[in-house]
């Protein structure tokens, strides 16, 4: 059973920065793409970013394009979410969330896919 714990969450300034971590236990990532959601109060919970099983493809909501940067280390069982120039709308419960997927041009957009999610961390931008 795969068990991924997020962490880095914390209040911030708008324009600061945060860097999420998502590790995993129980199994190795290596054949898994892993997502990044969001949820913020009163809102469904959307896909925010995606990295494929071995790191080689990545995607980007539009919204957050040029601002967050996802990274995976599977030799740590680790995938980072680097955010930067962080706005008031940002504001949300960030997950992970893996989703077993062993090719690495694809990672999915839709939260049916995942099939192991992290319990959130909570991500305030305010200044």
């Known amino acids: 059973q795969l068990q991924l714990v997020e962490s880095g969450g914390g209040l911030v300034q708008p324009g600061g920065s945060l860097r999420l971590s998502c590790a995993a236990s129980g199994l190795t990532l290596d054949d898994y793409g892993i997502g990044w959601f969001r949820q913020a109060p009163g809102k469904e919970r959307e896909w925010i970013s995606c990295?494929?099983?071995?790191?080689?493809?990545?995607y980007y909501k539009d919204s957050v394009k040029g601002r967050f940067t996802i990274s995976r280390d599977n030799a740590k069982n680790t995938v980072t979410l680097q955010m930067n120039s962080l706005k008031p709308e940002d504001t949300a419960v960030y997950y992970c969330?893996?989703?077993?997927?062993?090719?690495?041009?694809?990672?999915?957009?839709?939260?049916?896919?995942?099939?192991?999610w992290g319990q959130g961390t909570q991500v305030t931008v305010n200044s």
């Open positions: 969330a893996a989703d077993y997927l062993p090719v690495d041009y694809h990672c999915s957009v839709e939260n049916f896919s995942y099939d192991y």
């Open positions: 990295i494929s099983s071995s790191g080689g493809s990545t």
